[in-house]
Every structure is written in structure tokens, then in C-alpha cells.
């Protein structure tokens, strides 16, 4: 046998022995790692308004409602997404994946909602235009009636705690305000456009606990313009 093939029949037996090892290697890897699949971050969204010029909420309730409540659900959704993406699901209890899949939705759900919140305060009263106030008529009768249950809706909640949301149900290819009780009860294939935060730390800092104020405040402050937007997305699903 020549040198050469010497030499290459030694570096065929390096080449499978380091295969072997790389492979027993993987399959030393717990399989809900190797499996995992890398969860993208939620960022923190900043305030698209000067909180000093919304009209009826106070620029250090909004700041506060934004940056505790709000930053405080992207972190847990975060860290909910981590612990997810790291979990053996074979061998976790049941009660747990439940736990953290509960929790999930709800976390979801807040983050979803507070950006629409936040999103549709405006620092100069503004008036629904163009398809939205024409299907705004058309669903509920009028602007004013709309209103109405819309405010109804939102004193219908024990105090401290919900959200009304003015919706678009592709389904049905119309417009409906919801009464979700807590943040795991947002409305199924419905695109939010609207939603009003009924929990206490969206309005005690101002109104403690005169709810009907603010409620009024937060109708008057409403950025039409962003669910008019909203609308014209939704109606394309």
C-alpha cells in the first residue's frame, strides 16, 4: 500500500470517528432543547402622543399606565416565551403547561390591548370620517347611539377591571363593542380598532374612583384617525 493511501484511509477513519462523536454528542442534548424554537422578543412600543396634550388624563397617569402597566406585561410575555420555548412538554405536568399557556394568552392579550389603547388617544378631539363613520352608521344607527353602548358597555364592568373594545369581525363583515371582564376574554377572530381600559391604574391616578368621568374623558380624547386605519387593514383580511 502507497503512503498516499496510508494517508487517506487514515483521515476516512478520522472523518467517522469524529462523525460518531458529533452525533453522540446530539443525542446527549435534552430534545426539548434541541428542538426548541427561538421565541421573538416583544419590544416595548413607545407613546405616539405628548401625554401632556390629551385632554382629560393627566401626562404622569399616562406615563405611568405606559411604562408600569404596559412595560410590565412585554417583560412577563417575555419571559413566559423563554420558559416556553425551553420546555420539555413530555415530561411537564399538565397543571403546568396549563399555568403557562394561561398565562400566555393573558399576557398576549394585555400587550396587544394597551398598544391599541395607547394608540388611539389624540391630542386634539377628532370625529370618525370617511368608511368608518359610514359603518359605524350603518351597525349601530349612529355615531351617538354607537356611543352609547359603548359607554353602557364600559359601566356594565365591576369596577376596576376589564376592557371595551370596538371591533371588526371579518366573519360576519361588521362592526361590535365587547365587554371582555379581564385580559383572557378578548373577542375570538375579531380585529380590535378600539378598546377602552377599564382597569383601575388606567384612570385612579385622576378620577379615583368616579369611573363615569372617565369614561367620558376617554371618548372625547379618541384618535379617530388610528381606527379608521385599523378599519381599512381589518376589511382586508
Not at 50 to 79: C, F, I, W
Not at 86 to 112: I, Y
Not at 163 to 185: C, G, H, Q
Request: aromatic content about 8%.
Amino acid at each position: 500500500m502507497t503512503a498516499i493511501s496510508r494517508r487517506s484511509m487514515a483521515a476516512g477513519a478520522g472523518l467517522l470517528v469524529g462523525a460518531i462523536a458529533i452525533a453522540a454528542r446530539a443525542q446527549q442534548v435534552p430534545p426539548q432543547l434541541a428542538s426548541a424554537v427561538p421565541v421573538p422578543k416583544v419590544t416595548l412600543r413607545p407613546l405616539t402622543i405628548n401625554p401632556q396634550k390629551v385632554k382629560g388624563l393627566s401626562a404622569n397617569l399616562l406615563r405611568t399606565h405606559h411604562d408600569t402597566e404596559y412595560a410590565g406585561t412585554v417583560k412577563k410575555l417575555n419571559a413566559i416565551g423563554e420558559q416556553l420555548a425551553k420546555a420539555d412538554f413530555a415530561d411537564m405536568p399538565p397543571e403546568k403547561v396549563g399555568e403557562l399557556k394561561r398565562e400566555e394568552q393573558t399576557a398576549h392579550n394585555a400587550v396587544v390591548l394597551h398598544e391599541i389603547y395607547f394608540d388611539g388617544l389624540a391630542e386634539a378631539p377628532t370625529r370618525p370620517a370617511g368608511l368608518l363613520a359610514q359603518a359605524l352608521s350603518r351597525d349601530f344607527g349612529s355615531l351617538d347611539r354607537w356611543k352609547a353602548e359603548f359607554v353602557g358597555t364600559a359601566r356594565s364592568l365591576a369596577s376596576g377591571t376589564g376592557w371595551v373594545i370596538l371591533a371588526y369581525t371579518p366573519r360576519d363583515k361588521r362592526l361590535f363593542n365587547y365587554r371582555a371582564e379581564n385580559d383572557s376574554m378578548a373577542p375570538a377572530a375579531a380585529v380590535p380598532l378600539l378598546v377602552m381600559d377599564m382597569y383601575e391604574h388606567a384612570y385612579s391616578g385622576d378620577y379615583g374612583t368616579d369611573i363615569a368621568k372617565y369614561i367620558e374623558a376617554f371618548v372625547q380624547a379618541i384618535k379617530w384617525t388610528n381606527a379608521e386605519r385599523l378599519y381599512r387593514e381589518a376589511m382586508r383580511v
